[in-house]
């Protein structure tokens, strides 16, 4: 089990969250209350889940915090906000598969439930944030639908979820040779060069549902 930074300056929000964290039994929580404090933490003990209002906090953009994520790859990352705009949640969530996300207005089973996620080491996005991504990439120019086999299309759609490459093999009772050949054979018909790119390119030309890219 992971344990748990609390990274928030707000009392009131600190004691909600820490109430429901105390329901995962087994794990301790720690609260800091500023970026010095959290790396302090980070390098005493970076298997964690850091729950961070990243728009109250003291990180002064997306990238600081990013760096901070890549320094400490172990870490499991859980935002929640009351307001992230598109630009935002999409630069997060392409360029860094640790990093959850969650609105304060959600309903506090979803909260619970990406806590939960976040404590397997994997990533929530809640529907509310899906949707506001979703919703200024619908405006953008529609992408033509590439022709993919219903077995690539399935790995696509793996790939969107997170999933690595053991994983999807392992899930489809194949080979990483033959998951990896699939994906190659994904990039080259979308013609990029990324997962990050395929999810992207899949949202605009209709392959994914908003439901199934999840967490």
Same mark, same amino acid.
């Not at 509310?128 to 990439?137: G, R, W």
């Given at each position: 089990?992971?344990?748990?930074?609390?990274? @928030?300056?707000?009392?009131?929000?600190?004691?909600?969250?820490?109430?429901?964290?105390?329901?995962?039994?087994?794990?301790?929580?720690?609260?800091?209350? @500023?970026?010095?404090?959290?790396?302090?933490?980070?390098?005493?003990?970076? =298997?964690?889940?850091? #729950?961070?209002?990243?728009?109250?906090? @003291?990180?002064?953009?997306?990238? *600081?915090?990013?760096?901070?994520?890549? &320094?400490?790859?172990?870490? /499991?990352?859980?935002? #929640?906000?009351?307001?992230?705009?598109?630009?935002?949640?999409?630069?997060?969530?392409?360029?860094?598969?640790?990093?959850?996300?969650?609105?304060?207005?959600?309903?506090?089973? #979803?909260?619970?439930?990406? /806590?939960?996620?976040?404590?397997?080491?994997?990533?929530?996005?809640?529907? =509310?944030?899906?949707?506001?991504?979703?919703?200024?990439?619908?405006?953008?120019?529609?992408?033509?639908?590439?022709?993919?086999?219903?077995?690539?299309?399935?790995?696509?759609?793996? #790939?969107?979820?997170? &999933?690595?490459?053991?994983?999807?093999?392992?899930? %489809?009772?194949? *080979?990483? =040779?033959?998951?990896?050949?699939? %994906?190659?054979?994904?990039?080259?018909?979308?013609?990029?060069?990324?997962? =990050?790119?395929?999810?992207?390119?899949?949202? %605009?030309?209709?392959?994914? @549902?908003? *439901?199934?890219?999840?967490?």
């Amino acid at each position: 089990m992971r344990d748990f930074i609390l990274a @928030d300056n707000q009392e009131l929000t600190r004691l909600g969250l820490k109430t429901l964290l105390v329901e995962e039994k087994g794990s301790e929580v720690t609260i800091v209350e @500023d970026k010095s404090a959290l790396l302090e933490k980070l390098k005493a003990d970076s =298997h964690v889940v850091v #729950i961070l209002d990243y728009t109250l906090f @003291d990180f002064a953009d997306e990238d *600081s915090l990013l760096i901070v994520t890549q &320094r400490f790859p172990d870490a /499991i990352w859980l935002l #929640i906000s009351d307001d992230l705009n598109h630009a935002t949640i999409k630069k997060f969530i392409y360029e860094s598969k640790r990093i959850s996300i969650v609105f304060k207005d959600t309903p506090l089973y #979803i909260l619970r439930e990406a /806590i939960k996620v976040a404590q397997t080491g994997s990533r929530y996005i809640c529907q =509310h944030a899906t949707e506001t991504l979703l919703a200024n990439i619908q405006e953008e120019e529609t992408e033509p639908a590439a022709e993919l086999t219903a077995t690539e299309l399935e790995i696509l759609k793996a #790939i969107a979820q997170g &999933r690595t490459t053991k994983e999807i093999a392992a899930e %489809r009772c194949s *080979s990483i =040779h033959t998951i990896n050949t699939h %994906r190659k054979n994904i990039f080259r018909k979308l013609g990029v060069n990324t997962a =990050h790119e395929a999810v992207k390119y899949a949202f %605009r030309a209709g392959l994914i @549902d908003t *439901s199934e890219f999840y967490i």
